[in-house]
């Protein structure tokens, strides 16, 4: 199995299609990259500019390029000797447009009689043999089911609902619009009734995202035959999974995808919670999540955590938050509401599992309260979800809390456990599918945006509660990492980064200097609403870390952080005097007299903020595994959340970047160049000396200023990083530190520094002298 040694991502739409991806090879091969890496390019929903809204598995997408652009960018690749990785997506399907999905239309028009109604996971008796369609808006719905704004087409062959055109089963296109409405297999319902009546399951909370059943063998065939012929005409290498825990069965898809591929190189969108293990399938690990979180962590200075405690605690008022309590409420608010659709069907399947004997026939075959009990398992699952018989513990400590939290529920807790850790028991898998659903909108897109101590640490698959990490233990991890999955993935910035690499190494800089961050904020907070104060703290975070963003971008932001915050606005119930209120506050922050208290800010943390930079990005191009360099992050990345970090990337910068970089460093040195020859560097040795990557040893520093440095030998590349350079300012640099560097083999010619082009001498070498010149040193044998 051929594995590359780093990937780059780009991001394929209408506006960038695979033709510029194919002309962007040559570029990105001088830049050092190995394999390049593609979002979906399945013919995807008109006009996505992200691809996971699939209408087709048979064909590239046209406006993305189609067949004749996946030629190109293979060819040109070969060409290189460059991999092609494609990112795809087995657990959904895009439904927003019935008429461009052939398979969803033929399930609306013929219901479950269909051949393809298997292909979707539909509960058709909880509908009446109805399939819930809930896209119906405010003024156009009435309580008896009546429909307005529908209309039947000429032909009686089609309905409309504005542009939503729908199809009309054979036979029944007699009558007005809504008695031939109320003959289909569908039932158009006002949108919110989605939350609690949906009877197909979908992609987290989305509606128009409907899951597909890739785990029956006539499915998965269907879905994956053009990813089929990518690899019998070799014009892809390796695939990234989207959402593997979505699916019924991700160990089974695994190996069939293994089947289908020939064994090819595979990478998993897995979520791990820190200290989870990914489990042994057919792949070559995760995209990159665990490390980027590690990464952030060891350059974080844990000695002010009680200090943003404080700060964070006064201003809620003088409530310390309780991270577990937090998402413990946002997780149970989301099972109760967008995800309550989905508790219901378990609740049914419960009740079909045959388990419970005549003990409760009055209630349909389980406890009364049992929709209650699996919604509180639900909100308390420890990880995303299990893999039974793999992770039954998960289940028994999520019993165990649930109980101490709802000591009413525990009789019918405890009668569920044996249903629920029955992998032979459909419900038991459903849970499984839903588990990760309630974490995901729970955590990631509520919590996330509540809690606001230090918001470089909320990112995905991240602990905000797990605030640094030493470089001991960082060690540990990454020795583990180049001894189980040694071809895995690093990301530091993905498309589904909250906040990009360079935004979190600013933010970073605060946990240095906690007490004047706290200044700055109160100076910035006269311009901010009353209400939400820990909320405008998370905001003015994601202002620094991007400065100087635009107004536009910026207002942006704060409305969807403020929605998914789901405290004083909501998506569904918009305030719009309290968004105009932090409106304001982001434009006296931008332009007006706030602007300069950021200013001296960002001065008197430049030097921090470029040391951080430069750090993290090394370690991620670096550790064991292979690093990803997400679309212009070799330049500084400072997108905030989708749809900021999927804006178009000024190509004719990079290259300009590039030229620079070419090289060597010495004096004073610009951050992007440097970031820039850092990452040129890096992937062009380890394309060139993969070898020189395939050990990992800690080197430790001695001296006053060791817990400064992080440095490690990966066998003839060794990395050199300052952490918390801030304080190492403050204590007047380096001092005494100094670093043993190994002797390299004989005949080798010593060490020699890429991003200065030095020569370094091995032994007893002072850091003051590696990092003479940049806050990180990459070294490798002479001869490179």
Do not use: C
Not at 133 to 154: F, K, M, Q, R, Y
């Amino acid at each position: 199995m051929r594995t590359p040694q780093s990937t780059y991502r780009l991001q394929i739409n209408e506006a960038f299609t695979l033709f510029d991806a194919a002309a962007r090879l040559e570029a990105l091969a001088d830049l050092g990259v190995d394999w390049v890496y593609l979002s979906p390019i399945l013919q995807a929903e008109s006009g996505s500019d992200h691809g996971y809204d699939v209408v087709s598995h048979t064909q590239v997408d046209p406006a993305r390029g189609g067949a004749e652009g996946l030629d190109a960018v293979a060819a040109e690749a070969r060409r290189l000797g460059m991999g092609v990785l494609v990112d795809i997506v087995p657990n959904h399907m895009g439904v927003a447009t019935p008429e461009h999905n052939h398979w969803w239309w033929e399930v609306l028009r013929d219901g479950p009689e269909s051949p393809l109604a298997d292909a979707f996971d539909i509960d058709w008796e909880a509908g009446g043999g109805k399939l819930l369609l809930p896209i119906v808006g405010d003024n156009d719905w009435s309580e008896d089911g009546t429909v307005a704004h529908l209309s039947l087409a000429n032909d009686r062959e089609s309905l409309s609902y504005w542009d939503t055109r729908l199809p009309v089963a054979p036979g029944t296109g007699e009558g007005t619009p809504q008695e031939v409405l109320e003959r289909q297999h569908y039932r158009l319902a006002h949108w919110k009734l989605g939350d609690d009546q949906l009877n197909y399951r979908r992609f987290f909370a989305v509606s128009s995202l409907a899951a597909v059943r890739v785990e029956l063998p006539e499915v998965f065939e269907a879905s994956h035959v053009e990813i089929e012929r990518w690899f019998d005409e070799r014009l892809v290498q390796g695939l990234r999974v989207d959402h593997p825990d979505g699916l019924r069965d991700p160990a089974g898809y695994l190996d069939d995808l293994d089947r289908l591929t020939g064994g090819a190189f595979v990478l998993v969108e897995k979520i791990l919670e820190p200290g989870e293990q990914l489990p042994r399938w057919a792949t070559a690990g995760t995209t990159g999540y665990d490390t980027l979180g590690a990464i952030d962590r060891v350059l974080t200075d844990g000695s002010a955590a009680a200090t943003l405690d404080a700060l964070d605690a006064r201003l809620r008022g003088g409530e310390r938050v309780d991270w577990a309590a937090m998402t413990h409420g946002t997780k149970r608010r989301v099972a109760d509401t967008i995800l309550r659709a989905e508790v219901l069907r378990l609740e049914r399947e419960v009740r079909a599992a045959d388990a419970w004997g005549d003990r409760y026939e009055e209630s349909g075959g389980a406890p009364a309260d049992t929709a209650d009990a699996l919604a509180e398992l639900l909100a308390s699952f420890p990880v995303y979800r299990s893999y039974l018989p793999e992770g039954l513990e998960h289940l028994g400590t999520a019993a165990e809390r649930a109980k101490a939290a709802r000591p009413d529920l525990a009789g019918t807790i405890d009668e569920l456990l044996p249903v629920l850790g029955n992998p032979r028991q459909p419900v038991a898998l459903r849970f499984q599918q839903t588990s990760g659903m309630v974490m995901a909108k729970g955590v990631e897109d509520t919590a996330f945006y509540r809690y606001s101590r230090l918001t470089s640490l909320n990112e995905v698959g991240g602990d905000p509660e797990v605030f640094s990490i030493e470089p001991a233990d960082f060690h540990a991890l990454m020795g583990r990492r180049q001894a189980e999955w040694p071809h895995a993935m690093n990301a530091l910035s993905t498309h589904d980064t909250k906040r990009g690499e360079d935004v979190r190494a600013r933010i970073t800089t605060i946990a240095e200097l906690p007490s004047t961050w706290e200044e700055l904020l109160d100076k910035l907070l006269i311009f901010a609403p009353m209400q939400g104060r820990a909320f405008v703290n998370l905001l003015l975070q994601a202002m620094v870390g991007a400065w100087p963003a635009s107004e536009d971008r910026l207002v942006a932001y704060m409305r969807k952080a403020a929605r998914e915050a789901d405290v004083d606005t909501h998506w569904t119930d918009p305030d719009a005097g309290f968004e105009s209120q932090l409106a304001e506050l982001v434009r006296n922050v931008v332009a007006g007299p706030a602007s300069r208290a950021v200013e001296a800010f960002l001065a008197e943390t430049e030097a921090g903020f470029r040391s951080n930079v430069l750090a993290a990005k090394l370690l991620n191009l670096t550790i064991p595994g292979f690093p990803d360099v997400y679309q212009g992050s070799e330049a500084l990345e400072q997108s905030l959340v989708d749809p900021d970090n999927r804006r178009p990337v000024d190509w004719g910068r990079m290259d300009a970047l590039r030229e620079q970089a070419r090289e060597p460093l010495s004096g004073e040195w610009d951050v992007e160049v440097a970031k820039t020859r850092l990452v040129r560097e890096a992937l062009r040795l380890r394309r060139a000396h993969p070898e020189r990557f395939e050990d990992y040893r800690p080197l430790l520093a001695r001296g006053d200023a060791a817990e400064h440095a992080i440095a490690y030998d990966r066998g003839g590349a060794i990395a050199i990083a300052t952490r918390l350079p801030i304080a190492l300012a403050a204590r007047g640099g380096w001092g005494e530190t100094s670093i043993r560097l190994p002797e390299p083999p004989e005949g080798s010619g010593g060490w020699h520094e890429l991003l200065t082009g030095r020569a370094i001498a091995s032994g007893e070498v002072p850091v003051g002298v590696l990092l003479s010149a940049l806050p990180v040193a990459l070294l490798t044998r002479a001869d490179a």
